[in-house]
């Protein structure tokens, strides 16, 4: 009788456990989106492509870096991206650092860890961790605010 009662219990953790981690491996809806979104933005950056990133932010968008400081509006953003980055810098996500959390009645957080390539210099890799806030407005999301900080030459992740 102990013996069945202990084979049952163990059989219900089994059954419950296993649902249990089922459930927790479903992939966030909002978190799905905006790493979407991340893509999306992202692949425009790498590609200069001035016209879609500019689309997915803000007309009052506020941009701080911790090299650079504070750049406010689309506009300036846009053409610091054309002067700076283009065919200069190429941003990858780091995958296992992404963190999204919503914001209720506006959007939702973003936050990592991007590292940055130099195409023609493979030895100049750096990392920066980076915030942004993203804004849903009538079922179109745009960044608004963005922090970038610690830049550092690809140490974050060693």
């Known amino acids: 009788m102990k013996r069945s009662l202990h084979l049952c219990l163990l059989a219900a953790l089994i059954f419950y456990g296993t649902r249990l981690r089922a459930q927790s491996v479903t992939p966030d809806p909002l978190f799905l989106t905006i790493k ?7 692949d425009a950056y790498n590609r200069c492509d001035l016209t879609t990133l500019g689309t997915m932010v803000s007309d009052d968008l506020e941009f701080y870096h911790d090299q650079t400081g504070l750049t406010v509006g689309k506009a300036l953003f846009l053409a610091g991206i054309k002067q700076n980055i283009c065919g200069k810098v190429q941003r990858e996500l780091l995958p296992q650092t992404l963190e999204v959390y919503p914001l209720k009645g506006y959007g939702a957080v973003e936050i990592g860890i991007h ?7 493979p030895e100049n890799v750096g990392d ?13 999301w745009k ?4 922090i970038s900080y610690e ?8």
């Open 151 to 158: 830049h550092n030459h690809g140490l974050l992740t060693k």
């Open 36 to 42: 979407s979104l991340d893509t999306k933005l992202f």
């Open 143 to 146: 960044v608004t605010r963005v």
């Open 115 to 121: 590292r940055f390539h130099h195409p023609g210099e």
């Open 128 to 140: 920066a961790k980076f915030i942004m806030l993203w804004q849903s407005k009538d079922d179109v």
